[in-house]
């Protein structure tokens, strides 16, 4: 059974409060495998595309972090391993480099599992549901509703560009293209955004009674008891390990090394 929008929400949620609120790049790894998981056995997730959008969000910043912190660590080295003229490789920039490509990488994965497995019908309930604002819960729901407009959006202006000659399937060409698509793409959606605002405006949004959930969302009482659980155990989780009552390798050791 499909679990309730907001139950998917709280785990979303305690996923990334993990990743952010325990120092050890072992939670983020424990996250992301988990994230890979889901979207292997998931019905509504197409694992290519979860894999090409965490390719692309994440694979840039493991470049970036690998360059500036692996090989121009900007703090003061206290293990050197190997140096390369103006660069060197030290064991802080490694570490460092590890830890947030890592949270990243988790990050991206789990939102991208959610986004790709909802929609902006099922997230404003789910918001609904756990009692959000009703300006917070359109927010929310609007810029997911972004996700499949860009898609649309992206694939039309290739399809045009490729009726009027540009030979789409090589990759140069669509970067040389990506400027101009990009651009249409946000004036669309500014445009739309705009005018969905006018339209609830007019019909009161906001100033009725606080609205039901679109759907029926058929639960048992047990997601409820397990959004409550999941939620106090990730608060136990990020106490015990900011205590010390938690222990957990940090970067450094798991990289085999010892703390100078």
Do not use: K, N
């Not at 549901?129 to 997911?144: D, F, K």
């Not at 155990?233 to 050791?253: D, F, H, M, Q, Y």
């Amino acid at each position: 059974m499909r679990l309730h929008p907001a139950t998917e929400l709280v785990l979303l949620g305690c996923a990334l409060l993990l990743v952010y609120g325990i120092p050890s790049p072992v939670v983020p790894a424990a996250v992301l495998l988990g994230a890979a998981m889901a979207a292997v056995i998931s019905p509504r997730v197409q694992l290519r595309t979860w894999l090409l959008t965490v390719a692309v969000l994440a694979g840039p910043m493991l470049i970036m972090v690998g360059v500036i912190q692996g090989l121009f660590y900007p703090g003061e080295p206290a293990q050197l391993v190997a140096e390369f003229g103006p660069a060197a490789v030290t064991v802080e920039g490694l570490a460092l480099a590890m830890q947030l490509w890592l949270r990243v990488a988790a990050m991206v994965a789990v939102c991208a599992l959610f986004a790709l497995g909802s929609d902006p019908s099922r997230a404003f309930d789910g918001l609904l549901t756990l009692r959000m604002p009703l300006s917070l819960a359109y927010v929310c729901a609007s810029a997911l509703s972004l996700v499949p407009l860009a898609r649309h959006q992206v694939r039309r202006a290739m399809a045009a560009r490729a009726a009027r000659g540009w030979d789409t399937d090589r990759l140069r060409v669509r970067l040389r293209l990506l400027t101009g698509v990009l651009t249409g793409l946000l004036v669309t959606a500014i445009t739309q955004l705009d005018q969905r605002q006018h339209a609830l405006a007019q019909r009161g949004f906001g100033q009725t009674p606080r609205p039901t959930p679109a759907q029926f969302y058929p639960h048992g009482p047990w997601q409820g008891r397990l959004r409550w659980g999941v939620s106090a155990a990730t608060v136990l989780l990020v106490a015990g390990s900011v205590t010390g009552v938690l222990p957990l390798p940090s970067a450094t050791e798991l990289l085999g090394f010892t703390s100078a």
